[in-house]
């Protein structure tokens, strides 16, 4: 997992306010979320999204994150400049992913818009995902909510979160692979070590799609 460069996070930041936009539009058709309560944004790039959610709903606290430093000083950026400070209830890290700095349970709902590909040295790759969504289902309370959109091994990705116990609330095919999806943690959180691990998970994802593509 590495930072972008200076092309890539122009990219990424261009427009990221209208896609969030459309983003929650789009979510209408998922039924209720909670957005009042305690929310993580994995990858938040400029923050756009946060900074919307922060505006429509006021959630009880949201986390902005990037493994990228420079991104989360642009969202502290945006967000000053959009509310004059950063509001109390916001909290921007730099965090990787794969190793959350967070307490077991402590979010609602997790965020990863197009992001959980970029913990991958190669987009294709499917090495360092399991142990970011075994994270992730970490970190959610029980019954939280994971939101998340992405274009590559989707379907890899819904086999995990179901190893992981999670269940499908939503999902919305888009182009190719692309898809946006919203599955459910379990009601009851079993131990951690109950839990597959990264290695076990990807044993069966290998026996179900063919042995992941080694770095070239």
Not at 29 to 47: M, T
């Amino acid at each position: 997992m590495s930072e972008m460069n200076v092309v890539a996070r122009f990219f990424i930041n261009l427009g990221n306010s209208r896609r969030s936009a459309r983003l929650l539009r789009r979510l209408r058709s998922a039924g209720p979320i909670p957005w009042a309560g305690r929310i993580l944004e994995l990858g938040a790039g400029q923050g756009g999204l946060s900074a919307l959610l922060h505006a429509t709903y006021r959630p009880k606290q949201v986390t902005v994150t990037d493994f990228d430093p420079r991104q989360v000083d642009a969202a502290r950026a945006l967000l000053v400049r959009r509310f004059g400070a950063v509001p109390s209830s916001m909290e921007l890290r730099a965090v990787d992913a794969r190793s959350l700095p967070f307490e077991d349970g402590a979010f609602d709902i997790v965020l990863a818009i197009l992001m959980l590909h970029h913990v991958e040295e190669r987009h294709g790759e499917y090495r360092q995902r399991p142990g970011a969504l075994r994270e992730i289902r970490r970190v959610l309370a029980p019954g939280g909510l994971l939101i998340y959109s992405d274009f590559s091994r989707t379907a890899e990705m819904r086999e995990t979160l179901g190893q992981l116990g999670f269940t499908a609330m939503f999902r919305r095919p888009g182009w190719r692979h692309h898809e946006l999806a919203v599955f459910r943690a379990p009601e009851s959180d079993p131990p951690l070590a109950a839990r597959p691990t990264p290695a076990e998970i990807e044993g069966t994802v290998a026996a179900n799609h063919g042995p992941v593509p080694s770095p070239r």
